[in-house]
């Protein structure tokens, strides 16, 4: 059986969308493919949401950043968006059944008084793990339920 493919889309596809692409491959990597793109990619992956996985045992380092066109003429069952522009900017895909849109800070420009960029970088990350590792789990239990 072929495992269902999930999108998480970002504009820039260098910090957020990444960082849940790693967190949803760790979490749920054998329920699902598990991609990530931007509609303007940045063409990098930022160092600190490398530096912010790797802090809780993930590896992002081999990512890279790719333009949404690049998975056009895949089959994606589910695309979630991270950002609110990749949500307007969203395309439909060809047998798409799924999106949601789970919209988070850019952590370069959230950082808080008091709050270095790395904290803001791991403060988002435990936002974008509680929220995909909740995703993933009701998955799992889902699928669990119906294999009975």
């Given at each position: ?18 960082m849940?692409?790693g ?96 904290d ?8 974008i ?20």
């Amino acid at each position: 059986m072929n495992k269902p493919t999930v999108l998480i889309l970002c504009t820039g596809n260098s910090c957020r969308s990444h960082m849940a692409e790693g967190i949803l491959r760790h979490e749920a990597g054998d329920l699902f493919e598990v991609r990530s793109a931007g509609s303007k990619p940045a063409g990098y992956v930022h160092p600190m949401a490398i530096e912010a996985l790797r802090e809780i045992g993930i590896d992002i380092s081999a990512h890279t950043s790719k333009h949404l066109d690049q998975f056009k003429h895949e089959d994606i069952d589910t695309v979630i968006t991270v950002c609110g522009n990749a949500s307007e900017a969203c395309p439909v895909f060809p047998g798409q059944m799924n999106r949601y849109h789970w919209g988070f800070e850019d952590p370069p420009k959230a950082v808080r008084p008091g709050e270095s960029e790395l904290d803001a970088f791991r403060r988002i990350r435990d936002e974008i793990q509680k929220v995909f590792q909740a995703y993933a789990s009701g998955y799992r239990q889902a699928f669990s339920t119906s294999a009975r």
